[in-house]
DNA sequence: ATGCAGTAGTTAGAAGTTATAACGGTAATG
DNA sequence: CATTACCGTTATAACTTCTAACTACTGCAT
């Protein structure tokens, strides 16, 4: 599906995939903020402003990345969660997948949930992705039952429109969302580098929260 | 202690303070990667070059940047410990607290704790500031029997090197730990808008965290 | 095959940025 | 009072993004 259309549109997504290819690496060097159009258009043996054909400015090439990384997030978490069967190990399966793929592409994962750089953020199909993730651990959550309410779960009884149509108990909600929030404190904080200088096992604080979250639901 | 000096340097200070009141709004504005010392130099009626005389770079401002965010924080959550008597109800004080400030300033709660930019992280007074925080997160859980004990306990009590002297039962440095990663899980996000285009209150969810870390210990 | 339209690339240039260099004036100090 | 250290200035180099104007190629229809 990706390689129809006309050659001249074949070639057009060619070199914007090689100018998002370039990025990537320049991110990695620099930062979401060092990207440079004029750099990776050198890199490609033309000059600057032909670039300009392909991308209206830097905010859609950013975009576009943007829009790349969290669509591979909502991969790399729904194949974890279609891969694993046992319910019970799930969460597991799926908050590990993420770690794992946040250690490899640090700069993809705080370009989707790190700081939000003002221009660049947030294209509409994201919140597609958005809901991929969210429904992949609602699915996930709906399988266990809570061990106990809690007063969120009322609240979020009432203010559950982000759940879309999906049918979890308010507790699949409370444990989606805080399963989210966990993970995403842990490693974003380890990738931001806050626990070098700190001898202890990121990974094992890690499976804590899982399993804290774990204990949330009977076993 | 801030006056002290003769008047060159107290001009001085005078000077890299209006800078750096300028490059936080600037921030406000644009974000971190936005903030231009030219621009900050013409709002001051000088020319861009002069600025080289206070700060020897962007970076240089950045990194000072940085450390004051930070020791805002440790002062935030210091003072937020000491004043709350009760040790059952001090984690919540220090948590609302911290959220109530990163609300007003998320700029420097993201300049501290967000994604890391390349260049400026990290400056060495930083691990003063990390550790003010980290010890009074410490000093409130020691005070708290753990409820129960978990694994993690067990890494951490081997590897604790990064609590100093601090007397605090693993469990303490567990608690700790978490209770850091669970608000900054919440907090981030909020920050960040990830839950903008949702109806529940990030605050439930955030005091909903709080508690979950409460119920690891005995009440 | 011919001709035309759309696409892709080029250079030139405006308006920014960081940062250095070289030069003046000023202010505190010996 | 003279010297030294500091502060601010302009000029410049090397970047950046992005627009404008022009050229050349490619593919399609007649």
Chains 1, 2 share one sequence.
């Not at 599906?1 to 991110?27: C, F, H």
């Not at 591979?72 to 319910?87: G, H, L, N, R, Y």
Request: hydrophobic share 40%; net charge negative; glycine share 6%.
């Amino acid at each position: 599906m990706t390689e129809s259309g006309n050659p001249r549109e074949r070639y057009r997504r060619q070199v914007r995939s090689e100018v998002k290819d370039l990025a990537w690496q320049q991110i990695a060097e620099t930062g979401a903020s060092g990207i440079s159009l004029n750099a990776i258009a050198k890199k490609m043996g033309m000059s600057g402003p032909a670039l300009y054909r392909y991308f209206a400015n830097r905010d859609e090439l950013m975009t576009d990345l943007i829009g790349d990384a969290y669509r591979e997030i909502a991969d790399v978490v729904s194949t974890a969660a279609a891969a694993e069967q046992d319910p019970a190990v799930k969460p597991a399966a799926i908050a590990h997948a993420l770690r794992r793929w946040a250690l490899a592409q640090p700069h993809r994962y705080f370009l989707v949930w790190g700081t939000p750089v003002p221009g660049y953020a947030a294209p509409p199909e994201t919140v597609h992705s958005a809901r991929r993730v969210m429904t992949a651990l609602l699915d996930t959550f709906e399988r266990l039952r809570a061990s106990d309410e809690r007063p969120l779960d009322e609240h979020l009884a009432t203010h559950r429109e982000w759940a879309g149509e999906h049918p979890a108990p308010p507790s699949a909600l409370r444990r989606a969302l805080t399963f989210w929030t966990r993970m995403h404190g842990v490693i974003s904080l380890e990738l931001a580098g806050q626990f070098t200088g700190t001898s202890f096992d990121p990974e094992q604080l890690f499976a804590e929260e899982v399993a804290a979250v774990l204990r949330e639901s009977e076993r």
